[in-house]
């Protein structure tokens, strides 16, 4: 296949006369920094993106972090961590359970799968206790 010769700055060329390509510039720093601003808080992936749905008239969404619900956020990525770390203890004690081994075997196991079910339990009234505190602090 041939490759089509550009002659034209704007990246157009004689079989291809449409402008399917857009170079814009912005001078001013403070609009670049507002522009940088907005991109980040876009969500969009890429530059393109964002430029093309502001052009359009596109709507998308805006991210915005709330730095008084931080400490919230760490809590409940603690308590996620150790769910799945304990979750992980316990279908692990489960698939032993099911192999065949002797009664005192199937009692030590039973017992660790009581403490990781209590684990559990306390740790999703940990995560309830948070949910509610903040709901609490927002009104």
Known sequence: MKKQKQKKPDGRCATCPRWDRWHIRIPNSED???????YRKSGA???????????????FKVITEDPSKEPYLEKLSEIVALAH???????????VLNTYHSVATAQQLLSKLETYSQLLIRLQQHALF?????????E
């Open 32 to 38: 670049q920094q507002k522009l940088i601003r907005l």
């Open 45 to 59: 992936k890429t530059k393109s993106d964002f430029v093309r749905a502001r052009l359009l008239g596109e709507t």
């Open 130 to 138: 948070l949910t509610k505190s903040l709901k609490n602090k927002q």
């Open 85 to 95: 770390k304990i979750g992980i203890l316990y279908n692990e004690a489960v698939k």
